[in-house]
């Protein structure tokens, strides 16, 4: 007789994964790839990288469910180490760029660092999208990561102050401020 992974609650499904059943984390996988994927996409602005920090925050996660409170929103916990993967890409992206155009390439490295989109993307739609999500991933990380979370993500304002660790006026004001700097730099 086989388990209905997909009837299990995610406090059952950490517990068998614990207790070293695969196919448990592999239904947490399935249940929450595609959220995780979409904050992390939104918060680094590139598909790729989102790719592997995806699978690095659910390596953590498997890593670290015994610290994982069944009470909690299983999709706050892993949106929350998913921000924590982010933020580390985002202080290793900074050390990078400094190392490799800092002082050699000077005012050259900025011109080799643009992130414009191309010429050749044809569809106008799609240019607006990529200067959308270049305007979000450009945002200071205390006003994009509500954004994403609340208005991408669709968490209450509650859960994502849970996750951010304000307090939920904290995530209002956040959420105006991010939408001003938005409307600002898409027009």
């Known amino acids: 007789m086989s388990l209905d992974w997909t009837t299990l609650t995610d406090g059952e499904l950490a ?20 959220p995780v994927f979409r904050l992390i996409r939104a918060s680094v602005g590139d598909a790729e990288e989102a790719l592997d920090l995806t699978q690095e925050s659910f390596i953590s996660a498997y890593q670290a ?12 916990w892993l949106s929350t180490i998913a ?13 990078r760029r400094f190392l490799t155009f800092g002082g050699a390439l000077g005012a050259e490295g900025e011109r080799v ?10 569809a106008s739609d799609r240019q607006e999208l990529e200067h959308v999500a270049k305007a979000i991933t450009d945002l200071p990380a205390n006003l994009r990561e509500p954004l994403v979370l609340r208005t991408i993500e669709g968490l209450s304002q509650a859960d994502t102050a849970s996750i951010l660790g ?5 995530v209002e004001t956040r ?6 700097k938005l409307e600002a730099a898409i027009r």
């Open 15 to 34: 517990t068998l994964s614990i207790a070293g059943r695969q196919a448990a984390f592999a239904e947490i996988m399935n249940r929450y790839r595609q």
């Open 65 to 76: 469910l015994a610290r994982y409170d069944p009470d909690r929103p299983m999709r706050a």
């Open 83 to 95: 921000i924590n993967k982010c933020r580390d890409w985002g202080r290793k992206r900074k050390v």
């Open 113 to 122: 660092a643009d992130d414009r989109v191309a010429a050749d993307i044809a």
């Open 166 to 170: 304000i307090s939920e006026k904290a």
């Open 175 to 180: 959420l105006y401020r991010a939408r001003a």
